[in-house]
T-cell receptor, first 114, second 117 residues
Framework: DSGVTQTPKHLITATGQRVTLRCSPRSGDLSVYWYQQSLDQGLQFLIQYYNGEERAKGNILERFSAQQFPDLHSELNLSSLELGDSALYFCASSVALGQAYEQYFGPGTRLTVT | AQKITQTQPGMFVQEKEAVTLDCTYD???????LFWYKQPSSGEMIFLIYQGSYDEQNATEGRYSLNFQKARKSANLVISASQLGDSAMYFCAMRESGDGSARQLTFGSGTQLTVLP
């Protein structure tokens, strides 16, 4: 158990819908990262927050947004869902921004868009 | 160019044997970190080992060691005494120093390791 929690574990929804994925980082970790894992794109970085502020954006679609709250939990919002958004979405956390700090991954949320 | 290349989509190893999973990387940064993660069929990503670009010694964590060859830009994972529970997908990842604030990981495409009894 990495200490990072993600809910829900599975999510099945229809095209055009909106969903929210939730992540609670390890206790004491200030940095949260969101990654998407799909068969065709592999593991891709989406967005990073540090202590409530957005720090970096990767290959995140405009239909997707995220935020980190004062209690450090984070939410990833996916809207106008398409079939291609079906993927495993991971949240990871690390204690700080330093080079050596490993990221601990949550169990992931498996999103299926039908 | 791919930043992280894992050329072995699948590997087989006999139980109790050692196995090396290849990883090459591409970066112009002097300061960077290299990571290996394990993803079993259950889906979670498990951190295995870390190597910093300035570390002179190869990293080791139990049965895992990282064969770091900086000039060749390779960071191969060596698993000694393979166990059935080592069967999983293994990902090599890199964190570059970038602009000093972003610390995201770039992942390779992974190697599916199967340990045979």
């Amino acid at each position: 158990d990495s200490g990072v929690t993600q809910t829900p574990k599975h999510l099945i929804t229809a095209t055009g819908q909106r969903v929210t994925l939730r992540c609670s980082p390890r206790s004491g970790d200030l940095s949260v990262y969101w990654y998407q894992q799909s068969l065709d794109q592999g593991l891709q970085f989406l967005i990073q927050y540090y202590n409530g502020e957005e720090r970096a954006k990767g290959n995140i679609l405009e239909r997707f947004s995220a935020q980190q709250f004062p209690d450090l939990h984070s939410e990833l919002n996916l809207s106008s869902l398409e079939l291609g958004d079906s993927a495993l979405y991971f949240c990871a956390s690390s204690v700080a921004l330093g080079q050596a700090y490993e990221q601990y991954f949550g169990p992931g949320t498996r999103l299926t868009v039908t | 160019a791919q930043k992280i290349t894992q050329t072995q989509p699948g590997m087989f190893v006999q139980e109790k044997e050692a196995v090396t999973l290849d990883c090459t990387y591409d970066t112009s940064d002097q300061s960077y970190g290299l990571f290996w993660y394990k993803q079993p069929s259950s889906g979670e990503m498990i951190f295995l080992i870390y190597q910093g670009s300035y570390d002179e010694q190869n990293a080791t964590e139990g049965r895992y060691s990282l064969n770091f060859q900086k000039a060749r830009k390779s960071a191969n994972l060596v698993i000694s005494a393979s166990q059935l529970g080592d069967s999983a997908m293994y990902f090599c990842a890199m964190r570059e120093s970038g602009d000093g604030s972003a610390r995201q990981l770039t992942f390779g495409s992974g190697t599916q390791l199967t340990v045979l009894p």
